[in-house]
């Protein structure tokens, strides 16, 4: 009787580890496994992939490999995830390249979630820009800034919300009050807030040495990367 209670709790203990594992896999999006439709960013699923398919990936406009390329994705390639469904027999992916592009599908089997340049794995919307509206900041310092264009670098406020993955909003505010919010995707700089001033992508950025070095219409900031994601 001992005995049968032992293999009915080994029999059971199985079984939790088994869920547990497939409940993480729906979630993650296991690397390589076709069959997982994983959920969209915004429902808590890879906030991106990344091409590890060795030729590549094509944006199809519909989920069918006979429709039109909308894109090609290079191995490596970073794209947005808005999402995966079935169809037919195979999962697809809607997709877009992370810093703007032609959106389109994927096959779920060339993509694998991808890690941002802190090694994490990001899941869940970037909160980090509502977060910086409400001032709700991890980390406040001073930033090398100038407002107009030729004007010699000055200091300005910063605070920065972080989310994982190398996203983050950096909000900078001059010393006449002027504030212009800096918006961090994969750790790199992709654009920032409209004002009375540009609409926020008239842009010029480098990351150098550590410091990122950023012109955004006629304004210019220099900070380290740290600020962005802390390594």
């Known amino acids: 009787m001992r005995h049968s209670k032992a293999i009915w709790l080994s029999v059971a203990l199985v079984a939790v580890f088994a869920g547990a594992v497939a409940a993480q896999s729906a979630k993650d999006g296991a690397p390589g496994d076709a069959g997982v439709v994983p959920l969209a960013a915004k429902d808590g699923g890879p906030r991106r992939w990344r091409v590890t398919a060795p030729t590549g990936a094509t944006l199809h406009t519909r989920p069918d490999r006979a429709a039109d390329a909308a894109a090609e994705a290079a191995p490596g390639a970073v794209l947005s995830n808005m999402g995966c469904d079935t169809?037919?027999?195979?999962?697809?992916?809607?997709?877009?390249?992370?810093?703007?592009?032609?959106?389109?599908?994927?096959?779920?089997?060339?993509?694998?979630?991808?890690?941002?340049?802190?090694?994490?794995?990001?899941?869940?919307?970037?909160?980090?820009?509502?977060?910086?509206?409400?001032?709700?900041?991890?980390?406040?310092?001073?930033?090398?800034?100038?407002?107009?264009?030729?004007?010699?670098?000055?200091?300005?406020?910063?605070?920065?919300?972080?989310?994982?993955g190398g996203d983050a909003t950096v909000a900078v505010t001059f010393p006449n009050g002027f504030r212009r919010m800096l918006y961090f995707l994969q750790?790199?700089?992709?654009?920032?807030?409209?004002?009375?001033?540009?609409?926020?992508?008239v842009i010029d950025w480098l990351r150098f040495d550590g410091m990122f070095v950023i012109r955004v219409d006629d304004q210019r900031y220099e900070f380290p990367e740290s600020l962005v994601y802390p390594h």
């Open 87 to 164: 169809h037919g027999s195979e999962v697809w992916c809607d997709v877009r390249p992370f810093r703007g592009g032609p959106r389109g599908y994927a096959e779920r089997q060339a993509l694998a979630p991808a890690p941002g340049p802190d090694g994490a794995v990001p899941f869940g919307p970037n909160t980090s820009a509502t977060r910086a509206a409400k001032r709700a900041f991890d980390a406040e310092t001073q930033v090398a800034c100038a407002q107009e264009a030729g004007q010699t670098l000055g200091q300005c406020a910063a605070g920065v919300a972080r989310a994982d």
């Open 187 to 201: 750790g790199e700089f992709v654009s920032a807030s409209t004002t009375m001033s540009g609409n926020g992508r």
